[in-house]
């Protein structure tokens, strides 16, 4: 299993940092054991602030926002949401 997904936000004054990360699951049972892989990586981040809202990926190339919605659709609900909206006002 391979997911993006919204990391934990950070925010410091008006503006808040959105990381996005991978995170992947493999596992097997063979004769009566169970090997696992879990690994978390870091995708980019969304900054939001009064001025506007823009992503980079983890070398701090800009990304198209649109993007990283496509990628973790669930991303769109948190910048739209009324408390997303609070913090930066």
């Known amino acids: 299993m391979r997911e993006a997904r919204i990391g934990r936000a950070v925010v410091v004054g008006e503006i808040t940092i959105i990381p996005l990360e991978r995170v ?10 169970l090997l696992a892989y879990i690994s978390k990586e870091p995708i980019g981040v969304v900054i939001s602030s009064p001025q ?21 659709p669930a991303l769109r609900d948190v910048l739209d949401s009324p408390e997303h909206e609070k913090e930066n006002t």
């Not at 506007?52 to 990628?71: F, H, M, P, S």
Request: hydrophobic residues 30%; neutral net charge; charged residues 25%.
């Open 52 to 72: 506007g809202k823009w992503a980079a990926d983890v070398r701090g190339c800009k990304v198209a926002l649109e993007t990283y919605i496509q990628e973790v």
């Open 24 to 33: 992947s699951v493999y596992y097997d049972s063979n004769k009566g054991g």
